[in-house]
């Protein structure tokens, strides 16, 4: 955010804002940046864990880029997937855009972050304004896509599916989620 001057939606996160969202001026300038995905990779680097590389020659089998195996090097999402909010958005969801991804956010002071219907939480091992009344108070009714990863997201939309009555079923078998209309003459809860 320059000047601190911060866009329309997140204004009422105050000065958590920052911590919570990549200003809209970094996120289109993300989405212009040129990307060839025929080119862009990741490469595995021992102490790093994962870079970002880009093919220089590809004869047969053999993919030139730093040097590498086959094995070592993973496609890599466009610039518009940097920092994003929820990782299930990326075309390619492997290790390395997940971990590369967190990094990134991590590095930014960005420690939430949705992977589908899961927050991931990075610790900063320090304290960051992202828990003050005004930050729970932006994030009261509204819906998880409204509004930055965050654990008061979870916890709200969790409270305001209650007070509606709506529970979630998770059936381990299938691995699905569906809602259930919960309320005190259903028997379906002396069944589990």
Not at 78 to 86: H, L, Q, T
Not at 115 to 121: E, Y
Not at 122 to 138: E, H, I, R, T
Request: hydrophobic fraction near 35%.
């Amino acid at each position: 955010v320059s000047a601190g001057v911060l866009e329309p939606e997140m204004e009422c996160f105050g000065p958590a804002a920052i911590y919570l969202r990549k200003p809209e001026r970094e996120r289109i300038e993300a989405q212009n940046t040129p990307f060839d995905a025929k080119t862009a990779y990741f490469v595995s680097e021992p102490a790093e864990m994962y870079l970002k590389g880009k093919l220089v020659k590809k004869e047969g089998e053999t993919k030139t880029l730093l040097t590498c195996n086959e094995d070592e090097i993973f496609p890599m999402n466009p610039p518009k997937f940097d920092k994003i909010e929820d990782m299930a958005m990326m075309t390619h969801l492997s290790e390395p855009s997940v971990l590369y991804n967190l990094k990134e956010r991590y590095a930014a002071w960005m420690i939430y972050t949705y992977s589908g219907l899961f927050c991931v939480t990075v610790n900063p091992y320090k304290w960051l304004p992202v828990y003050d009344a005004m930050v729970v108070a932006g994030y009261r009714g509204k819906k998880r896509i409204e509004a930055p990863p965050h654990i008061f997201s979870i916890s709200d939309n969790a409270y305001q599916f209650m007070l509606q009555g709506i529970c979630y079923l998770f059936n381990c078998e299938h691995q699905t989620c569906h809602p259930v209309l919960c309320d005190n003459r259903s028997s379906w809860w002396k069944e589990i």
